[in-house]
């Protein structure tokens, strides 16, 4: 059949976005592209066969995904030049991991690909669950799924490994996990064992324990009997209810164990109440032996405590500590700034060792101090230094100055052919066919996977490609793998301004606060899901966003609607309206309550006095909360200069924080 002119074609783009030769759908664009002379002539071919590839790749997909075989195998086998081969492939033998051979096959063609160690750890527990004993360890390369390592352990006694499969079972017996159910096996054979004890199963208690799964701890008293089972009861009452350490729990009448049950009911305690727990063990520590590396810890624990409860004793207490360590002389620093001692400050920042003292936080704490107590000339030296850094505490500094802060750009600078290799390489050919049919997440894998394996000299590169492919929240994240810190314009894309600008106009707020939160919570990773369930630019909770639909009277369709920028954008902008109302437009405030919830900072707030923002910044109790307010604010001013605005100013973002 003869082919249709470059006219019928051209008519064709009119009333439709593709046309079909040769029985290939081709993108109407590409077809033009290539028709017109706009692309190269060996371009025009390679594209027009890749885009051939990617419908037959789909039609291979769909009809592997309805179990028609015979289409599938048919179209594959035109498909082993396609970057997405593999991908396809392991799509098939995952769900026939009976197929030994074919994946024996796979593993050894495709060893190099993302897929081939999934598909191993597939295969594998197929095995195990066949109790397949010499093809599994054959093929077995090290895992740190529990599984499979029950497994591999059982594999290992059935086949005369017993050494082996015995230290295989007491790493997981004393994990202080509960294991999957395929693990009773191996410890059943590992109990009967002569390598086995009644030691072991208190030592299982302990580790349980210890990781606070009391469920296991529990399950574990069923192997016990006589002393050892009062015992063990005794260290549950007072791990679930530290508080009865003053009643006659019997804890007293173990002296080998006293100081220990002792301390760890009052480090428990500490979780609920601070005050009773600390007066308990100051007046009973001295009437039982504990350990002295014991007591050290309790007390670190205790004096820590009450700097995190902004507790006025914090400073005294920190201050007697022998031999503390980076937290504790951190926290003696905040607990003198709470209460705006600046001698205390002083003396504390002197405290520290002098790797802490370069820091910048401790530099601007310094200053501060100098400053505060009439020391001006010295307390502007250090502020002039610092003020010359792009970070929270320059930007601080700056602002003490009352000048502009500084924004430090040093674009990278990345060569065409360095380019034109790495996008050539297979990892990131079959990365860049993932985003051609828009398959995002499974794209957003394969970058991990390939830039693990660059060098230093080739991660900036890859950062810039990622920029290049408009993914910002790759060409973040990869910038910041290679430690390269100064390309601005990479760092802090504006992206998805339109949706962004629209809904802080709706909003009435500056555009700078929401592009900083988003490049807080997600880095612009519009598929961003976190462990907790938040979603998307903003990481807006399911419960949150259907609350806040409820309210604006919009549709709730599904949870991942959360994933659609425009929507994201507009609840994530509408509840950070709300808590900036519910905080009396405070910033920093309505920040940490985004990142840590309004009950919490509401319990945050100074009593009957105001305090400085940048120290009640500083004495925020959660580490993770301190860092991101710090990085919000610090971001928004960035945002301010790049959109060239001058609405935002730092004392906007820092005025006094006003008593709860």
Known sequence: MARPTLQKLLAQCFVSAIVEIDMHVIPCFLLLAALTG??????????????????????????????????YFALASGLKDYPLYPYLQYQWLKN????????????????????????RQRWLLALGKKRQWPLLLNNYQGSDDPELQCYVGLAQFETGQT???????????LSGKSQPDNCDAL???????????????????HAALNRDN??????????LSGPELNLANIWLKLHRQPETVTADTGWRENPEQAGELFAHAIDRWLETDVGAAMTTWDNVKAQITIAPATTAVIEKRIAVALALKHDKRAYARLSLLENSDESAREWRVRAALNTQNWQDVTTAIAGLNDEEK???????????????????????????????????????????????IELVDRPLTVSSQDLDFLQNQPDFQV??????????????????????????????????????????????ATIAKANHWDDVNLRFPLAYVQQIQSNAAAQQLDPALLLGLIRQESAFD??????????????????????????????????????KPELNVKYGAFYFKKLLRQFNGHVALAAAAYNAGANKVKRWLPENRTLPADIWIETIPYKETRGYVASVLMYSLIYQQRLQRGSLKIDDLLREVMPG
């Open 38 to 71: 706009i692309l190269p002539n060996s371009a025009r071919a390679d594209e027009i066969s890749l885009v051939t590839q990617r419908q037959q790749f789909l039609r291979a997909e769909q009809a592997l995904n309805q179990n028609r075989d015979a289409e």
């Open 96 to 119: 026939h991991l009976d197929a030994d051979g074919d994946i024996k096959q796979f593993l050894a063609d495709y060893a190099a690909s993302r897929y081939a160690a999934g598909l």
């Open 163 to 173: 050494l082996e499969a015995f230290n295989q079972a007491r790493a997981l017996w």
């Open 187 to 205: 410890f059943e054979v590992y109990k009967s064992s002569p390598y086995f004890n009644k030691e072991l199963i208190n030592q299982r208690f």
């Open 214 to 223: 009391q469920s296991l701890a529990s399950y574990m008293t069923r192997f």
């Open 358 to 404: 370069s820091r910048e936080k401790w530099q601007y704490w310094q200053a501060r101090g100098l400053a505060e107590s009439g020391q001006s000339a010295a307390a502007n030296a250090l502020f002039q230094q610092l003020a010359k850094n792009r970070s929270f505490y320059g930007f601080l500094a700056a602002g003490r100055l009352r000048q502009a």
């Open 431 to 476: 990365f860049f066919e993932l985003l051609a049919i828009d398959r995002k997440p499974e794209a957003k894998r394969q970058w991990w996977y390939a830039i693990a394996k660059l060098d230093s000299r080739q991660l900036p590169v890859a950062a810039k490609l990622a920029q290049q492919a408009n993914c910002p929240a790759l060409a973040i």
């Open 526 to 563: 519009e598929l961003a899901d976190s462990p907790a369930g938040a979603k998307g630019l903003m990481q807006v909770m399911p419960n949150t966003g259907r609350q806040i639909a409820a309210d604006l009277r919009d549709n709730w369709d599904s949870d991942y609607n959360l994933f």
